[in-house]
C-alpha cells in the first residue's frame, strides 16, 4: 500500500447505507477507527434517517436526501465539538441509520388461554392471534430508549417486547369493552380499534408508531366450544315432541323392513303406527317435563305392543269393500263370521291389499275367536 492510500484511508468521505434487508431497524456506519473528513457526502435514502452520535450523546439528525458535511448542517454537532469559527477539519462521530419504513406482518397471540368474565357464560378463557404493523416515528428517542449502541438492531430483537403489549393491554381492552363471548367474532373490527386505541400510546413512548392491529381469530377452549356445538344442537331439535315422534317413525320402519314375508304390509302398518305412537311419545315428553315425572315402564320384549285405538282398515267381502272399520268393529266382524283370516284388508301405508292373517297386528285378533264347529 503506497503512502497516498494509507493517507486516503484514514478518512471517511463516503457515508451511506443501501438497506438489503427486510427487517433491520438500525445499522450502525462502520467507522472503526477511521476519522470522517469534513465537507464528506452524506447520503441519506428514503425511509431512512442519519444520526449522528457524540460520545453518547445524541447530536444532528438528518431526513432523505444528500448533504455536504460541513459546520453549517451540523449545528449541535458543531457546537459539542466546540468548533468556533467554521474551524474546518476531520471528527469522529457515530453514524447510526435508523429505518422508517413499515414493518408489516408481525404475529401476536396469546401463549396461554387469558381468563375474561362473561355476562352469559360466567369465567371464561380465551386465545387470540392476529398481526399489527408499526415503524420508527421518532429515531433519537427510539436509539435512547431501544436501540442504545448496539451496531444492528433488528425487528426480531424487539418482537417479543411488542407482542406482550399487544397481548396483555389487548385482552384488557376486551374485558372492558363487555362485548359478550358469542358476539366477538362478528365485532372483530371494533375489538382491534379498542386494542390499537389502547397500546398505541406505548408503542409512542418507544419512538415507535403503531399503523395498524388485526385480530384474526378469538377462540374458546375446545370443552367450551364442545359445550356449545350441544347447546346449538338442542335449538336445531327445538320441540322434543317433534323430535320423539321423528325418532319413533324411524324406528317403525326400520322395524318393518325386517319383518320378513310381511314386510309390505308391515311397512305400511309401521308409518302409520309411527305417527300415532309418536304422538303419544311427544305427550308423554311434555307431561314429564312439567310435572317432573319419570316416563312409564317399557313393557317386556316378548310382548306385542297394543293395537293403538286409531288405527282402521278397510274389508272387502263378496267383491265390496266397507270400512274403515276401528278395532271393536274389527272384532264384531270376526265375531259373526264376516272377517276372517282369508279376507282381504287395507289400512293407510299398505300398497295394496292383503290377507288379514297378512297383518300383524290383526293376528292377535283371531287367537280368540274359536274354530268352526264340526259337521256331524
Not at 68 to 73: A, H
Not at 84 to 105: C, H, I
Not at 135 to 143: H, I
Request: proline residues 6%.
Amino acid at each position: 500500500m503506497g503512502l497516498f492510500d494509507k493517507l486516503r484511508n484514514e478518512f471517511i468521505d463516503i457515508i451511506e447505507w443501501v438497506d438489503d434487508s427486510k427487517d433491520t431497524i438500525v445499522w450502525k456506519f462502520p467507522r472503526y477507527q477511521n476519522e470522517i473528513k469534513m465537507n464528506a457526502k452524506l447520503t441519506v435514502r428514503e425511509s431512512q434517517v442519519a444520526v449522528f452520535l457524540n460520545e453518547g450523546t445524541i447530536a444532528d439528525v438528518f431526513s432523505p436526501g444528500m448533504y455536504t458535511l460541513s459546520t453549517q448542517n451540523m449545528p449541535i454537532l458543531s457546537t459539542l465539538k466546540g468548533w468556533k469559527y467554521g474551524f474546518n477539519s476531520s471528527f469522529k462521530a457515530d453514524v447510526f441509520f435508523v429505518s422508517t419504513r413499515q414493518f408489516v406482518n408481525q404475529k401476536w397471540g396469546t401463549k396461554n388461554p387469558v381468563m375474561l368474565r362473561d355476562n352469559e357464560f360466567g369465567p371464561v378463557r380465551l386465545r387470540a392471534f392476529g398481526s399489527y404493523a408499526f415503524k420508527v416515528q421518532e429515531a433519537g428517542a427510539f436509539l435512547k430508549i431501544i436501540a442504545a449502541t448496539n451496531p444492528t438492531f433488528t425487528v426480531e430483537d424487539i418482537n417479543e417486547q411488542l407482542r406482550n403489549l399487544a397481548v396483555s393491554r389487548g385482552m384488557d381492552a376486551i374485558a372492558e369493552s363487555k362485548i359478550p363471548v358469542l358476539d366477538l367474532a362478528a365485532n372483530y373490527d371494533e375489538c382491534s380499534q379498542i386494542i390499537f386505541e389502547k397500546i398505541k400510546p406505548e408503542f409512542t413512548e418507544l419512538g415507535l408508531e403503531l399503523t395498524k392491529f388485526l385480530i384474526e381469530n378469538i377462540s374458546l377452549p375446545s370443552e367450551v366450544e364442545a359445550a356449545l356445538d350441544k347447546r346449538s344442537s338442542m335449538g336445531i331439535v327445538g320441540n322434543l315432541g317433534a323430535y320423539a315422534q321423528f325418532q319413533a317413525a324411524n324406528a317403525m320402519e326400520k322395524s318393518a323392513e325386517n319383518t320378513g314375508s310381511g314386510g309390505i304390509v308391515g311397512a305400511g302398518l309401521g308409518v302409520g303406527l309411527g305417527a300415532s305412537i309418536g304422538s303419544q311419545m311427544g305427550g308423554i315428553f311434555q307431561n314429564n317435563s312439567i310435572q317432573g315425572n319419570p316416563p312409564p315402564p317399557v313393557s317386556g320384549a316378548g310382548a306385542p305392543p297394543p293395537i293403538p285405538a286409531g288405527i282402521s282398515f278397510y274389508v272387502a267381502s263378496n267383491n265390496q269393500q266397507s270400512g274403515p272399520h276401528n278395532l271393536e268393529e274389527l272384532k264384531s266382524l270376526i265375531s259373526s263370521g264376516q272377517l276372517t283370516k282369508d279376507t282381504l284388508v287395507w289400512t293407510t301405508g299398505m300398497e295394496t291389499w292383503a290377507s288379514a292373517d297378512s297383518a300383524d297386528v290383526l293376528k292377535s285378533l283371531f287367537d280368540h275367536v274359536p274354530p268352526p264347529l264340526p259337521r256331524n
